[in-house]
């Protein structure tokens, strides 16, 4: 296996590399929300509905995504849209229109789920060359970007700089990531090759009903992430007492965790297997919401955040790695629907958890996110069950 992972460790990296430029721009954004804000001179509902542009472009987004990549290839469209989503970056640091600040954010999100797109599709078809679980590695590239770009955003505002100059410093260490690093990502004939492409049973419109469950799981686990994402430092501010400034920290704890497990991932799969890994990734996640609601400590939150990210590391990309080998279905319409579904989780999930939270509090909402874990628990535990590892056997 070491053998394999050396022969094949310039694709791992360009693939990891791909993910992790969809990370630091997209913390490289979330800096910038004040100062738009100041600029614009806008309140909190102007502000929402200008950051649902990105969505919006998302949404638009995913259909045409998987086409993208089955026509030009991984590579092309990870250039393609990575310069796409570092300039339109780079439009919003200006802020001349606000308007066009939201045309841009519609490009941003728009290229977001394209590369997304591109960079599972290439790491499924690497995992079916290698014969390996890579899959968690590959989105770790993805969080460890998140830490990287919201890290070095934040010195450079410290040190002083303005928005535009920060966003041009990011350009730079993005279109190097792209050169020196994407270079290994597939062509169109490598990825037509290195899949195994699936005609549709029926017809075109035609979704396996294994690929709309784990589509649904992708949505569980996506709006959970959004609820610690969103919601978090919230809920330690009015729950447990923690000043708003502290209050971030708590985030901190459960990506830094989701990160370090992600990173860890493809050896712990290897060792464990995709059910185990899955089923017990999501009843982790039910036991953390459920001691950061029932202790009532700042510490314990902290503890259960972390535990959150911890089992939700690995979850989703065992499913895509999972749904990559569901059979009736071309493997990169399988890819964008389940990213259709999952991306979905991450803009409703905060939403109806916020006015679950209005309504009955935001511990009731954190109780139905551990309930819907267990559910998710116990449906992969039976869909992963005859599940085999890969194998050099599954390679076309």
């Given at each position: 296996?070491n053998i394999l992972q050396n022969q094949h460790k310039h694709l791992l990296v360009s693939n990891r590399v791909?993910?992790?430029?969809?990370?630091?721009?997209?913390?490289?954004?979330?800096?910038?929300?004040?100062?738009?804000?100041?600029?614009?001179?806008?309140?909190?509902?102007?502000?929402?509905?200008?950051?649902?542009?990105?969505?919006?472009?998302?949404?638009?987004?995913?259909?045409?995504?998987?086409?993208?990549?089955?026509?030009?290839?991984?590579?092309?469209?990870?250039?393609?849209?990575?310069?796409?989503?570092?300039?339109?970056?780079?439009?919003?640091?200006?802020?001349?229109?606000?308007?066009?600040?939201?045309?841009?954010?519609?490009v941003f999100g728009g290229c977001t789920i394209t590369i997304d797109v591109a960079a599972n599709m290439n790491?499924?078809?690497?995992?079916?060359?290698?014969?390996?679980?890579?899959?968690?590695?590959?989105?770790?590239?993805?969080?460890?970007?998140?830490?990287?770009?919201?890290?070095?955003?934040?010195?450079?505002?410290?040190?002083?700089?303005?928005?535009?100059?920060?966003?041009?410093?990011?350009?730079?260490?993005?279109?190097?990531?792209?050169?020196?690093?994407?270079?290994?990502?597939?062509?169109?004939?490598?990825?037509?090759?290195?899949?195994?492409?699936?005609?549709?049973?029926?017809?075109?419109?035609?979704?396996?009903?294994?690929?709309?469950?784990?589509?649904?799981?992708?949505?569980?686990?996506?709006?959970?992430?959004?609820?610690?994402?969103?919601?978090?430092?919230?809920?330690?501010?009015?729950?447990?007492?923690?000043?708003?400034?502290?209050?971030?920290?708590?985030?901190?704890?459960?990506?830094?965790?989701?990160?370090?497990?992600?990173?860890?991932?493809?050896?712990?799969?290897?060792?464990?297997?995709?059910?185990?890994?899955?089923?017990?990734?999501?009843?982790?996640?039910?036991?953390?919401?459920?001691?950061?609601?029932?202790?009532?400590?700042?510490?314990?939150?902290?503890?259960?955040?972390?535990?959150?990210?911890?089992?939700?590391?690995?979850?989703?990309?065992?499913?895509?790695?999972?749904?990559?080998?569901?059979?009736?279905?071309?493997?990169?319409?399988?890819?964008?629907?389940?990213?259709a579904l999952g991306y979905s989780g991450i803009l409703l999930g905060p939403v109806i958890i916020g006015f679950?939270?209005?309504?009955?509090?935001?511990?009731?909402?954190?109780?139905?996110?551990?309930?819907?874990?267990?559910?998710?628990?116990?449906?992969?535990?039976?869909?992963?069950?005859?599940?085999?590892?890969?194998?050099?056997?599954?390679?076309?």
């Amino acid at each position: 296996m070491n053998i394999l992972q050396n022969q094949h460790k310039h694709l791992l990296v360009s693939n990891r590399v791909a993910f992790m430029i969809i990370g630091i721009l997209e913390a490289a954004w979330a800096p910038l929300v004040p100062y738009v804000k100041d600029t614009f001179a806008i309140d909190e509902g102007t502000l929402g509905l200008l950051m649902l542009c990105s969505g919006f472009g998302s949404v638009c987004a995913l259909p045409l995504s998987g086409f993208l990549v089955n026509r030009f290839g991984a590579k092309r469209v990870v250039y393609v849209s990575g310069v796409l989503m570092a300039f339109a970056l780079l439009a919003i640091s200006l802020l001349i229109d606000v308007w066009l600040t939201g045309v841009m954010l519609m490009v941003f999100g728009g290229c977001t789920i394209t590369i997304d797109v591109a960079a599972n599709m290439n790491g499924v078809t690497v995992e079916r060359m290698t014969g390996q679980h890579l899959m968690s590695g590959f989105h770790g590239g993805y969080s460890l970007g998140t830490l990287i770009g919201a890290g070095a955003m934040s010195v450079l505002f410290t040190l002083g700089l303005m928005p535009k100059l920060a966003v041009v410093i990011c350009m730079v260490f993005i279109l190097l990531a792209l050169v020196f690093g994407c270079g290994d990502l597939l062509s169109k004939e490598e990825l037509t090759s290195g899949s195994h492409v699936e005609k549709p049973r029926k017809s075109k419109l035609y979704i396996p009903p294994m690929v709309i469950v784990v589509g649904l799981l992708c949505f569980i686990m996506y709006a959970s992430e959004g609820a610690v994402m969103g919601w978090s430092a919230i809920f330690v501010s009015q729950e447990r007492g923690v000043s708003m400034s502290m209050a971030g920290f708590f985030y901190t704890a459960f990506a830094v965790a989701m990160t370090i497990m992600r990173l860890c991932g493809d050896k712990i799969v290897n060792q464990l297997g995709q059910r185990m890994v899955v089923a017990g990734g999501t009843l982790l996640i039910a036991v953390g919401f459920m001691t950061v609601v029932l202790v009532d400590s700042a510490v314990a939150a902290a503890v259960g955040f972390a535990m959150v990210g911890c089992g939700a590391a690995n979850v989703v990309p065992q499913l895509v790695s999972f749904a990559a080998h569901i059979k009736g279905m071309a493997v990169h319409n399988i890819i964008s629907f389940i990213n259709a579904l999952g991306y979905s989780g991450i803009l409703l999930g905060p939403v109806i958890i916020g006015f679950i939270g209005k309504q009955y509090g935001l511990h009731v909402s954190f109780v139905g996110i551990a309930i819907f874990g267990l559910i998710v628990s116990v449906v992969s535990s039976i869909i992963l069950k005859s599940k085999r590892t890969i194998s050099q056997t599954d390679i076309s």
